[in-house]
Nanobody, 115 residues
């Protein structure tokens, strides 16, 4: 069973930056895509960003150029660089690896944007 471990969450002020990391226990090319979702209190989980085996990226509409997803194939890692963070970005961020309709999830890392 694949394991995904996130790190890098924390408290940041509005306008600040954070970089999230996720290490996958298997070769990330085993998956159709890997990426990040988030869930804020009282809201549904939503797509933040994904990157597929071909390198194509997809972002949630709310990202508006503020976030960048990347990967390091040699480390089986995927990253999310977040800039210009807003209080509305406060959520638990989950790393995800997908094969067809099967999703594997990490335990999540909390990002809090507050002054």
């Amino acid at each position: 069973q694949v394991e995904l471990e996130e790190s890098g969450g924390g408290l940041v002020q509005p306008g600040g930056s954070l970089r999230l990391s996720c290490v996958v226990s298997e070769n990330i090319f085993n998956f159709n895509d890997v990426g990040w979702y988030r869930q804020a209190p009282g809201k549904e989980r939503e797509l933040v960003a994904t990157i597929n085996v071909g390198g194509r990226t997809d972002y949630g509409d709310f990202v508006k150029g503020r976030f960048t997803i990347s990967r390091d194939n040699s480390k089986n890692a995927v990253y999310l660089q977040m800039k210009s963070l807003e209080p509305e970005d406060t959520a638990v961020y989950y790393c995800c690896a997908r094969i067809l309709r099967r999703y594997s999830w990490g335990k999540g890392t909390l990002v809090t944007v507050s002054s």
